[in-house]
């Protein structure tokens, strides 16, 4: 069965860096797109970043771009979030899912708690 | 940016009931629109996409409907496990509406 299991979150202050990782397994990784999607604390869902299959075209949201680097290793089946120049307004769940007809979400990770604070 | 709105904000029913959820987009999407459940502590799950049709596994209690600017996730008979907050969301930049919470009356 598909699985996403999202790993690298945790506590970091202003200005700091921060590394997500998603492993997948239970399909063929190479052959999906792949999102990250956040969820600040009691609020709704925000995408935040898509990387094609090959890992040859990347979107970000607005509020990320330019901070956040999306990118992936098909070898190891892996997804990655960088995260540079954080925010208090960064503080989030993320999530990531796996691609549906180039415009959906079909399976999504547990989570990832990431909190921006001094 | 296309904005979706969801309305109501909160609905407050009892099992057995009807539940009619709203989503309104800024601007036209045709039918590319989904519908998402998030239960407390989980991930959201895929319920409806291309404004209708149902994910693989979700039970036909679930339906979607509307084209253009207006949409709508009907669940015909609320089940105990169908309370929880349901969101739409877009995909031509992939934004989502604010959310519905469904809660037991």
């Known amino acids: ?118 | 940016e296309i904005v979706l709105t969801q309305s109501p904000a909160t609905l407050s029913l009892s099992p057995g009931e009807r539940a009619t959820l709203s989503c309104r987009a800024s601007q036209s999407v045709s039918t590319d629109l989904a519908w998402y459940q998030q239960k407390p502590g989980q991930a959201p799950r895929l319920l409806i996409y291309d404004a209708s049709n149902r994910a693989t596994g979700i039970p036909a209690r679930f339906s979607g409907s509307g084209s253009g600017t207006d949409f709508t996730l009907t669940i015909s008979s609320l089940e105990p496990e169908d309370f929880a907050v349901y969101y739409c969301q877009q995909s031509s930049d992939y934004t989502f509406g604010g959310g519905t919470k469904v809660e037991i009356k």
């Open chain 1, 1 to 118: 069965q598909v699985q996403l299991v999202e790993s690298g979150g945790g506590v970091v202050q202003p200005g700091g860096s921060l590394r997500l990782s998603c492993a997948a397994s239970g399909f063929t990784f190479r052959d999906y797109g792949m999102h990250w999607i956040r969820q600040a604390p009691g609020k709704g869902l925000e995408w935040v970043a898509v990387i094609w299959y090959d890992g040859t075209t990347k979107y970000y949201a607005d509020s990320v771009k330019g901070r956040f680097t999306v990118s992936r290793d098909n070898s190891k089946n892996t997804l990655y979030l960088q995260m540079n120049s954080l925010r208090a307004e960064d503080t989030a769940v993320y999530y990531c899912a796996r691609d549906y007809k180039s415009r959906l979400f079909d399976y999504w990770g547990q989570g990832s708690l990431v909190t921006v604070s001094s």
